[in-house]
Structures are given as structure tokens and as C-alpha cells.
């Protein structure tokens, strides 16, 4: 099983991205997806995430600008991230829960991260 991230990169501050992480695999059925990050010097922190029913939790920095959303045709979770700041700098890492095929074991599997920097 993997992910591949993508939609990081360069934006001014008051910009808008769009961040995709897609799973691929021996995958049964994918539980809860999320996005976290990490800015440099600092832990990594959880931005968003989804359950697989839709349900959907914020980091209070970001409710009201960033929207988390999934398909799950594609097995695709996105992270919609507008009126972007500065210090929303950071590598933005997706997550997946998933139930494994065929073991049918709860795993869960971190992407690459993808760097989004905020110029003032």
C-alpha cells in the first residue's frame, strides 16, 4: 500500500492550493483519512481529518479556510487550503486507516509530505 501526495508548493499569502493524496494497494476498505504537518522546529500537528462516513474535525487554526474532502471511488483524500498565511508554512503529510486484503488487519500508512510555503 501507498500514497502519493501532491498540489504543494510556492503561494503568496491570501493564496489558495490544493493538496491530493491518493491510496493505492492491497486495501479492503479505507477507514479515516487525514492531513497533518509540520513546520520546521516544531511537532507534527494534525490539520484535518475525515471519517469514512464524512464526518470531518479541524485544527483551530485553519476551521474556516481549510476544507478536508475525500472520494472514495479514488481512493483520494484532498485538503483544499485558501486565505493561506505564512504561518501555514510547512510539509503537509497525509494519513490513511485502512483495513488490509487479505489479512483484514486496521493499518495505517503516512505519505511523503509535500511542502507548502507561504510568502509574506
Known amino acids: 500500500v501507498q500514497l502519493v501526495e501532491s498540489g504543494g508548493g510556492l503561494v503568496q499569502a491570501g493564496g489558495s492550493l490544493r493538496l491530493s493524496c491518493a491510496a493505492s494497494?492491497?486495501?479492503?476498505?479505507?477507514?479515516?483519512m487525514g492531513w497533518y504537518r509540520q513546520a520546521p522546529g516544531k511537532q507534527r500537528e494534525l490539520v484535518a481529518r475525515?471519517?469514512?462516513?464524512?464526518?470531518?474535525n479541524y485544527a483551530d487554526s485553519v476551521k474556516g479556510r481549510f476544507t478536508i474532502s475525500r472520494d472514495n471511488a479514488k481512493s483520494t483524500v484532498y485538503l483544499q487550503l485558501n486565505s493561506l498565511k505564512p504561518e501555514d508554512t510547512a510539509v503537509y503529510y497525509c494519513?490513511?486507516?485502512?483495513?488490509?486484503?487479505?489479512?483484514?488487519?486496521?493499518?495505517?500508512?503516512w505519505g511523503q509530505g509535500t511542502l507548502v510555503t507561504v510568502s509574506s
Open positions: 494519513n490513511v486507516e485502512f483495513s488490509s486484503w487479505p489479512t483484514y488487519r486496521t493499518l495505517e500508512i
Open positions: 494497494g492491497s486495501i479492503l476498505s479505507i477507514n479515516a
Open positions: 475525515i471519517s469514512s462516513r464524512g464526518s470531518t
